[in-house]
Structure formats: structure tokens, C-alpha cells
């Protein structure tokens, strides 16, 4: 899908899109449980394949109108379930398909299984365990017990969470020790706070967590919040002399991305610190295009996301005039942007594809590949034209 933003300042009141983060832990506390009901799912690809996932994996789910009720996944049986894209559903679901003693192939993109996944790798090396990994699969076989477990702070805090879904499901205790930098920490709590929602008990002294075992996810019936990693794009255009209202963010959030207002204005004073929020690492940039420059650091795992994140915004914004030189943990943008010429590329990355779309609210301009937006925001486009962009779209 070919998409044409027309220069614009944008101005009303928009609802924030559902939780990505929060529904995907939601969803698979909910398929450990007996029975629940979680209101404001959305509809993004990452959201439907979790669904999807858990589905495949023997859970009983219904959605409609946003409302899913889900519960009773097995734990016997052989799988094989579908992630497409999404990190968050291949990663957080590992652990769980590795509690059970036959095999399950976990399938998805060629982008997405060669993501790193080394934590998982070296623990299943250490147990025993089946570890197989093919160009579009991944093929993983139990039992996971408990016991002592360590990852690095360093790569993804997807595996800790994953490890904190399986972990209260053994026999045995566990205890699950981050080590070295942790970065990511606020996706990390996102998890314990689920995982408390739904009744399961892990204590945390620094960064080691102690997981009792033996435990029952309890049934709930909760409300997926407003996503603030979502919400930071059209927030963006209040940046560029728009006059927009957010509603559906609570302040007391988990979610690490609440920080976006508070970075929007430290761009071009600052040096910003993405560790815990790489998630805005593209739209940062782009404001810092709009706004002269900007520097950041913490960008070392943006190369391991839907696209090279570093590269791919170097690449686009270079065709807005935008210099955006690199090192290997920190990035600089520099130069005012200017009408792009021919149509942007999205990488088929939706936070690129939003990042641009912002920029282009001054420039006005084109972005080849925008329905990439449906893996987290498929509103997005709709929700741009209630704020007043004029956007028009091609080959849908």
C-alpha cells in the first residue's frame, strides 16, 4: 500500500491505540488460566498472532468487538503455531512450548527467526533439550524444569519474560538471575505486574527473580490500557505546531515509552538514552530531523528489530536531507528536512513507516509499503485524518 501525506499541523482529540505490550501478556496469562475476559484487544498483526498462537497451542479462545475471552491451554500434545513477524509472540511463547516433552514448531518469517534467540539456545544446550532452527522455523522440545536460571541484560528482556511465564508453571523453584547492563527493565515489569494481575507470586531482589513453583494462573477479567508507544506518533505532530489531545494514557503506566513527552523536549538539548525505550528510537529521530539535530545513545539492539532500525532511518531521512551518522551504541541526526524526492520506503517496519509519516506532515510526500503500520497500529492512517492530515492511500 502506497500512501500520500499532505503537509498539515493536525489538531483535535485522539483515543491512544490498545496496548500492544500489555495484550500480549494479558492473552497469555489469560490462555494459563481457567477461563478470563480481556477487553480492548486490538487488532494488530502482533496482537492476532499471539491470539492465534495460543490458540494453536490448545488454548479456547472467542474475540469480539475487542473483548476476548481465553483459557484452559494444554500442556500435552504436539504444536505447531504461527508467529509470523512478531518477536514478542515468538519469544514470550519459547518457554512455554519448552514445558512440554514432545516436539513444537514454532514458524514465522525469515526476518523474524533469524532474530537472536541465544538465551533460549544456550539453555536448552545446558538441559538437554531440542533446539532446532531452520530458516522459517523453529522446532523446540522439553521439558523445561525449574531451577537456576541466568540471561543477559543486555539482548532482550523478551527472554526474561518469557522465562517468567514458563518458570511458575514447574515442579521446582526457580530462580531467574539478569546479568551484566539490563536494558528494557519497564517491559520487564510490564510482565510482573501481568503476572500479579493474574495471580502468580515472583519476588525481585535487584535483578535476580525468585519464581516458587507449582503455581495456577488465577482467571481475571482486565482491560488492556492505552499504548504509549503507539500514542508518541501523533502526539509528535504537537512538536511540530499541532494542537493534539490524547486520551486513553494512564500516567502511573508501566510501559517505559510514558517517558515521550519528557523526550521530546530534551531533542537537540540533550544527549537521549534509548536503552529503555528503543521503541522511539524512529520517531525520535524524526522530530530531531524536524527540530536541526539530535543526539542518542543506547541504539545497539535497534539493529535487531522488523528492520535496521539505524540503517533504514539513515536511509530514508537521508532522502529528506537529514544526515544521520552511526557508531556502534549511539547515533547523531543533523540537517532540517526538505520534500523528499520520489516515494519513501517502510522497510516494512510500522514505526518507520509512522516515524516518516510524521516528518511528512511538514514536507508533504509519499511512503511505498505503509500497511506495515498493521503489525502494532492499524488505525493509524484513519486516526491521522481525525487529527486533520489529509492522507490518501493507493492499492489496497
Not at 543486555?154 to 546479568?179: M, N, R, W, Y
Not at 503455581?215 to 503507539?230: F, H, I, K, L, P
Not at 547523531?332 to 516518516?356: E, I, K, Q, T, W
Not at 510526500?365 to 490518501?392: M, Q
Amino acid at each position: 500500500m502506497r500512501v500520500k501525506i499532505y503537509p498539515g499541523k493536525g489538531a483535535g482529540q485522539l483515543a491512544a491505540p490498545p496496548s500492544k505490550s500489555m495484550a500480549h501478556r494479558y492473552l497469555i496469562c489469560g490462555a494459563l488460566s481457567a477461563g478470563s475476559r480481556i477487553e480492548g484487544v486490538s487488532d494488530s498483526r502482533d496482537v492476532q498472532a499471539t491470539l492465534g498462537a495460543l490458540t494453536a497451542l490448545g488454548a479456547a479462545a472467542e474475540k469480539r468487538d475487542g473483548v476476548v475471552t481465553i483459557g484452559g491451554l494444554r500442556r500435552d500434545g504436539a504444536a505447531a503455531l504461527q508467529c509470523f513477524e512478531s518477536g514478542s509472540t515468538l519469544r514470550f511463547l519459547i518457554p512455554l512450548c519448552m514445558l512440554r516433552d514432545r516436539a513444537v514448531t514454532l514458524k514465522g518469517t525469515e526476518t523474524l527467526i533469524g532474530r537472536p534467540l541465544d538465551a533460549y539456545e544456550e539453555i536448552a544446550g545446558k538441559s538437554g533439550l531440542l533446539f532446532e532452527r531452520g530458516r522459517t522455523f523453529l522446532r523446540v522440545r522439553g521439558p523445561l524444569t525449574g531451577g537456576d536460571y541466568r540471561v543477559a541484560g543486555d539482548k532482550s528482556s523478551q527472554f526474561v519474560s518469557g522465562l517468567l511465564f514458563a518458570l511458575p508453571l514447574c515442579e521446582k523453584d526457580s530462580t531467574l538471575t539478569v546479568t551484566g547492563k539490563a536494558e528494557s527493565l519497564s517491559y520487564i515489569d510490564l510482565t510482573l505486574g501481568a503476572l500479579a494481575d493474574f495471580g502468580v507470586e515472583v519476588r525481585r531482589e535487584g535483578m535476580k527473580f525468585i519464581i516458587p513453583g507449582g503455581q495456577t494462573y488465577r482467571s481475571r477479567n482486565v482491560a488492556v490500557e492505552g499504548d504509549w508507544s503507539g500514542a508518541a506518533f501523533p502526539a509528535a505532530l504537537g512538536e511540530l505546531g499541532g494542537d493534539i489531545t490524547l486520551t486513553g494514557l494512564r500516567p502511573d503506566s508501566r510501559q517505559g515509552d510514558r517517558v515521550f513527552p519528557e523526550l521530546f523536549k530534551k531533542i537537540g538539548r540533550e544527549v537521549i538514552d534509548l536503552s529503555d525505550c528503543p521503541d522511539l528510537a524512529p520517531v525520535l529521530f524524526a522530530l530531531a530531523a524536524a527540530k536541526g539535530g539530535g543526539r542518542f545513545t543506547g541504539t545497539r539492539r535497534l539493529r535487531y528489530k522488523e528492520s535496521d532500525r539505524v540503517d533504514t532511518m539513515r536511509e530514508e531521512l537521508a532522502k529528506f536531507g537529514v544526515k544521520v551518522e552511526a557508531g556502534e551504541n549511539d547515533v547523531a541526526v543533523s540537517g532540517f528536512p526538505r520534500a523528499p524526492r520520489g516515494a519513501l520506503c517502510g522497510h516494512n517496519d510500522h514505526r518507520v513507516v509512522m516515524a516518516l509519516s510524521v516528518l511528512l506532515t511538514l514536507t508533504g510526500g509519499e511512503i511505498e509499503g505503509a500497511e506495515a503500520v498493521a503489525k502494532s497500529y492499524p488505525a493509524f492512517f484513519d486516526d491521522l485524518k481525525k487529527i486533520r492530515i489529509r492522507v490518501e492511500t493507493y492499492g489496497i
